[in-house]
């Protein structure tokens, strides 16, 4: 795993404590609400709920994100095609009231091989609500008020180079949990995914559709390796791994691209 610490990506914590930059392994799996409450049950010994959530009656946040791609949506058919070097961009918030005061970052993730790499920016403070309630351009008024350096300059240049635009917000409901002994292998469960076709972070969201209903996406997230007793569970529960993307589901549900099957 040297090639983790080669890469200039070093975890960084941000004002809502989580981590601003990484580079690390996520795996993915679609578990009926069966499936989850055993396994939730099974990981109380060596896992607790993130602090961030900790004092939450339902231990839950929300996650809301506005997703770019260009107009052949290039994005969303190298995650189908299965390009092992890929990146996306999206801008996050933790909240869908958008008159709630939430920071909102600017953020480009994608595969490098095997790993997983994600960079954020924050939009500046004078302009955070400003860019959440934008209406009109907002991938300018992004290239206008995100903290500058790489992140913002590499939004600018697919800008201009590939024509990106805002296509997608996905919403879900976010439990975290991290190990007792370490923040090294980290544990999310997402459910009520939404999807809206929309332009801005927060649309009219009467429209949005239902994703995955019915189901939650666990995904465990770790730099060197998997505990033994995790993999224990998922030896127990049989459990396989699934190559799911939230966005291309969204996509699907809003029939945004043409079925070639």
Sequence with gaps: MSAVFKTGIEPRLDETGLQRDFLR????????????????????????????????????????????DDPYYSSYYDKIDGLIHRAKFRLRTYTNNP???????????????????????????????????????????????AEPGYVRDRFRFDYLRKSIKPVMVIDYQRRPYHTR??????????????????????????????????????????????????HSIIKSYQLQRVSVSKVCAGINAWNLVPRLD
């Design 25 to 68: 392994f996520e795996f993915k799996y679609i578990l009926d609400l069966a499936l989850r409450d055993k396994i939730e049950s099974s990981i109380v010994n060596f896992m607790r709920p993130d602090p961030i959530v900790a004092s939450k009656p339902d231990q839950k946040y929300v996650v809301r994100s506005l997703y770019f």
């Design 99 to 145: 008159a709630e005061d939430c920071s909102t970052y600017l953020e480009i993730k994608g595969r490098q091989g095997q790993m997983v790499f994600k960079k954020r920016v924050p939009m500046l403070p004078e302009t955070d609500q400003f860019i959440r309630q934008a209406d009109g351009d907002i991938t300018q008024k992004i290239i206008d008020y």
């Design 181 to 230: 002994y370490s923040q090294d292998f980290r544990l999310t469960f997402d459910d009520s995914l939404y999807g809206l076709y929309a332009d801005s972070l927060h649309g009219n969201d009467s429209k949005k559709r239902s994703l995955l209903r019915g189901y939650t996406v666990m995904e465990i997230k770790f730099r060197a390796h998997i505990p033994a007793w995790f």
